[in-house]
């Protein structure tokens, strides 16, 4: 009784995390293009501040996660709570200083990095619970994180169009406080002790960086594939607002649209538990990848706002079931001292993605046409689902 207690206070602790971190998400990097373009810069400018943010969050993952494989104690409460604490810093300085775009800029690069950083980190401590026995369902607590994605979509769509960009940073402060509190309150997986018998596997010296992915060979190819489907995921989501423009409309229907594929997040992953008893999770993800590139094809298809709504449909069966299956893939795939870093390496190929999305969207955009980008990103999309197909490996054990 005491344990399921222990669990059930876990999971709706970590589940409130994960709300809160994408609903910090949604207001610093779906709504990054909105707010920097109020403050004078155009695509190709914002994509290159998106790009910069996502390739300095690559930089920092991987060194930070060897550092917490290589610590005797558990490091990610540590690595949670300080990074969102610099986020908050980072937030009051963006409104403290409101005249200086070009700070502006350089602070909310940071902030993004940081919350891309942390992704990573959040689902690993998960992970860190439940290797020990702990029963932390990651997947109903991350289906609660898209609850608070697709609510804070909705409510920013709202705040925008109704009190204008100087709004959004007001937000997601708000939302790097209470991370903060969350994380610190957790009391860490080492303290638990073991709550059930757990195989523990003997002592490993920790993977550098070359030898993990010439070790791992087939997912360093894994990751080129999700590299190049997440620069198309991140072509759509970064300039939504031209997509959404190009039609007619603005950032009330820019958040209906994202608050749809959130929502539908919710049952996508409860979905996730009900397919991975009868389908392994290397089956689920190249399921996903299919489904990412329906999404992006949709998109450009798209003739009214309606379609596009439509289109956002497949996150039930892409970004939903994608998110749940890598995390469990990853975890039983590889052995302890390289799970906090193979989890490391997938966000930072997602965080790639962002970059060559950013990018790339943003210049074409401004060079050719959102159609014309809508077009190559789908043509990307479709290379990295045939890697996906080609490299996941069948995993040993169920997930």
Same mark, same amino acid.
């Given at each position: 009784?005491?344990?399921?207690?222990?669990?059930?206070?876990l999971?709706?602790?970590?589940?409130?995390?994960?709300?809160?971190?994408?609903?910090g998400?949604?207001?610093?990097? =779906?709504?990054?293009?909105?707010?920097?373009?109020?403050?004078?810069? =155009?695509?190709s400018d914002?994509?290159?501040i998106?790009?910069f943010?996502?390739?300095?969050?690559?930089?920092?993952?991987?060194?930070?996660?060897?550092? @917490?494989?290589?610590? !005797?104690?558990?490091k990610?409460?540590?690595?949670?709570?300080?990074?969102?604490?610099?986020?908050?810093?980072?937030?009051?300085?963006?409104?403290?200083?409101k005249?200086?775009?070009?700070?502006?800029?350089?602070?909310?690069?940071?902030?993004?990095?940081?919350?891309?950083?942390?992704?990573?980190?959040?689902?690993?401590?998960?992970m860190?619970y @439940?290797?020990?026995?702990?029963?932390l =369902?990651?997947?109903?607590?991350?289906?609660?994180?898209?609850?608070?994605?697709?609510?804070?979509?909705?409510?920013?769509?709202?705040?925008? !169009?109704?009190?204008?960009?100087?709004?959004v940073?007001?937000?997601y402060l708000?939302?790097?406080?209470?991370?903060?509190?969350v994380a610190?309150?957790?009391k860490?997986a080492?303290?638990?002790?073991?709550?059930?018998?757990?195989?523990?596997?003997?002592?490993i010296?920790?993977?550098?960086?070359?030898?993990?992915l010439?070790k791992?060979?087939?997912? @360093?190819?894994?990751?080129?594939?999700?590299?190049l489907?997440?620069?198309?995921?991140?072509?759509?989501?970064?300039?939504?607002?031209?997509?959404?423009?190009?039609?007619?409309?603005?950032?009330?229907?820019?958040?209906?649209?994202?608050?749809? @594929?959130g929502?539908?997040e919710?049952?996508?992953?409860?979905?996730?538990i009900?397919?991975?008893?009868?389908?392994?999770?290397?089956?689920?993800?190249?399921?996903?990848?299919?489904?990412?590139?329906?999404?992006?094809?949709?998109?450009f298809? !798209?003739?009214?706002?309606?379609?596009?709504?439509?289109?956002h449909?497949?996150?039930?069966?892409?970004?939903?079931?994608?998110?749940?299956a890598?995390?469990?893939?990853?975890?039983?795939?590889?052995?302890? =001292?390289?799970?906090i870093?193979?989890?490391?390496?997938?966000?930072?190929?997602?965080?790639l993605?962002?970059?060559?999305?950013s990018?790339?969207?943003g210049?074409?955009?401004?060079?050719?046409?959102?159609?014309?980008?809508?077009?190559?990103?789908?043509?990307?999309?479709?290379?990295?689902?045939?890697?996906?197909?080609?490299?996941?490996?069948?995993?040993?054990?169920?997930?």
């Amino acid at each position: 009784m005491e344990h399921r207690k222990i669990s059930l206070g876990l999971n709706i602790k970590y589940g409130v995390m994960q709300a809160l971190y994408w609903m910090g998400f949604v207001a610093t990097y =779906n709504y990054a293009a909105y707010y920097l373009s109020d403050k004078g810069f =155009n695509s190709s400018d914002i994509g290159l501040i998106l790009a910069f943010a996502n390739i300095f969050a690559a930089l920092l993952q991987p060194p930070i996660a060897a550092y @917490a494989d290589r610590a !005797s104690k558990s490091k990610l409460k540590s690595i949670i709570w300080i990074l969102s604490l610099a986020n908050l810093v980072l937030t009051v300085l963006i409104l403290v200083i409101k005249g200086h775009p070009y700070l502006t800029a350089i602070f909310l690069m940071l902030i993004i990095s940081f919350i891309l950083t942390l992704h990573s980190f959040i689902n690993s401590f998960a992970m860190e619970y @439940a290797n020990k026995g702990i029963q932390l =369902n990651f997947t109903i607590t991350r289906a609660v994180g898209s609850l608070g994605a697709a609510l804070s979509s909705l409510g920013m769509g709202f705040i925008a !169009s109704r009190f204008g960009p100087e709004a959004v940073p007001l937000t997601y402060l708000v939302m790097f406080i209470l991370i903060v509190a969350v994380a610190i309150s957790f009391k860490p997986a080492d303290k638990f002790g073991t709550l059930s018998d757990v195989e523990k596997p003997a002592y490993i010296p920790p993977t550098g960086a070359l030898r993990f992915l010439w070790k791992y060979k087939k997912f @360093a190819g894994l990751l080129l594939g999700a590299t190049l489907i997440f620069s198309s995921y991140n072509m759509v989501i970064n300039f939504m607002i031209n997509i959404v423009e190009r039609l007619g409309y603005g950032t009330a229907e820019m958040g209906t649209a994202l608050a749809i @594929a959130g929502f539908l997040e919710v049952p996508g992953m409860a979905l996730y538990i009900i397919l991975v008893k009868k389908r392994k999770c290397s089956t689920l993800l190249q399921l996903s990848s299919v489904f990412f590139t329906l999404k992006t094809l949709a998109v450009f298809l !798209s003739g009214n706002i309606y379609h596009v709504y439509a289109a956002h449909i497949t996150q039930l069966l892409s970004f939903a079931i994608f998110v749940p299956a890598s995390v469990y893939y990853i975890n039983n795939l590889m052995p302890a =001292n390289d799970k906090i870093k193979g989890q490391a390496y997938m966000t930072t190929t997602i965080t790639l993605g962002g970059v060559i999305g950013s990018l790339l969207g943003g210049t074409l955009i401004d060079a050719l046409s959102v159609p014309s980008m809508l077009l190559i990103a789908t043509i990307i999309s479709a290379l990295g689902t045939l890697f996906m197909i080609i490299f996941t490996e069948k995993e040993k054990v169920t997930c």
